[in-house]
T-cell receptor, first 114, second 115 residues
Framework: GENVEQHPSTLSVQEGDSAVIKCTYSDSASNYFPWYKQELGKRPQLIIDIRSNVGEKKDQRIAVTLNKTAKHFSLHITETQPEDSAVYFCAASTRSGNTGKLIFGQGTTLQVKP | EAQVTQNPRYLITVTGKKLTVTCSQNMNHEYMSWYRQDPGLGLRQIYYSMNVEVTDKGDVPEGYKVSRKEKRNFPLILESPSPNQTSLYFC??????????????FGPGTRLTVL
């Protein structure tokens, strides 16, 4: 089955710097890759996603890149702000037939220092 | 207000005492799923349901049961809870799975402690 590895587990940056979180997946059939942000004590919320027919997607300060050949995808946050501090999860799923599995990475705790 | 609700939000119980965590959504979503969150392990899928009366195992289904008798509800049942099921549980739903409308919306979470 699918396995998703996420690195680093913790990341500390200065406000205004960029942050990059990387994930690798094992199932070459995976075709949907969402990223979730979870603030302390709250529920995960989708911040951006990418599908396998696209190599890059951007939404303001957040971007995601996908390398299908290498089976990895990354979250890029530019001009980080203290409110970006949270736990970020990547995930991968294979959408085929009646399969509905969504496999998450272990999470990255991002701390943005003012 | 469109939302996913879970009850109870907090529960302390003892080993072997059957319990049910309810999940309900008011968005007419077809897909619903249960996850557990443990430190260092991220979110792990327990069971999911593609539609009414259609359920399937996720990655960690042992010790859990689910049912999907109606579209809006997807209860999680622990027939004989054990301490290793102490965790934070999230229910999530999406309009569909495998299409452009598969953004999952999470409930507020249920913190379960099994003594």
């Amino acid at each position: 089955g699918e396995n998703v590895e996420q690195h680093p587990s913790t990341l500390s940056v200065q406000e205004g710097d960029s942050a990059v979180i990387k994930c690798t997946y094992s199932d070459s059939a995976s075709n949907y890759f969402p990223w979730y942000k979870q603030e302390l004590g709250k529920r995960p919320q989708l911040i951006i996603d990418i599908r396998s027919n696209v190599g890059e997607k951007k939404d303001q300060r957040i971007a995601v890149t996908l390398n299908k050949t290498a089976k990895h995808f990354s979250l890029h946050i530019t001009e980080t702000q203290p409110e970006d501090s949270a736990v970020y999860f990547c995930a991968a799923s294979t959408r085929s037939g009646n399969t509905g599995k969504l496999i998450f990475g272990q999470g990255t705790t991002l701390q943005v220092k003012p | 207000e469109a939302q996913v609700t879970q009850n109870p939000r907090y529960l302390i119980t003892v080993t072997g005492k059957k319990l049910t965590v309810t999940c309900s959504q008011n968005m007419n979503h077809e897909y619903m799923s249960w996850y557990r969150q443990d430190p260092g392990l991220g979110l792990r899928q327990i069971y999911y349901s593609m539609n009414v009366e259609v359920t399937d195992k996720g990655d960690v289904p042992e010790g859990y049961k689910v049912s999907r008798k109606e579209k809006r509800n997807f209860p999680l049942i622990l027939e004989s809870p054990s301490p290793n099921q102490t965790s934070l549980y999230f229910c999530a739903s999406s309009l569909s799975f495998g299409t452009s409308t598969d953004t999952q919306y999470f409930g507020p979470g249920t913190r379960l402690t099994v003594l």
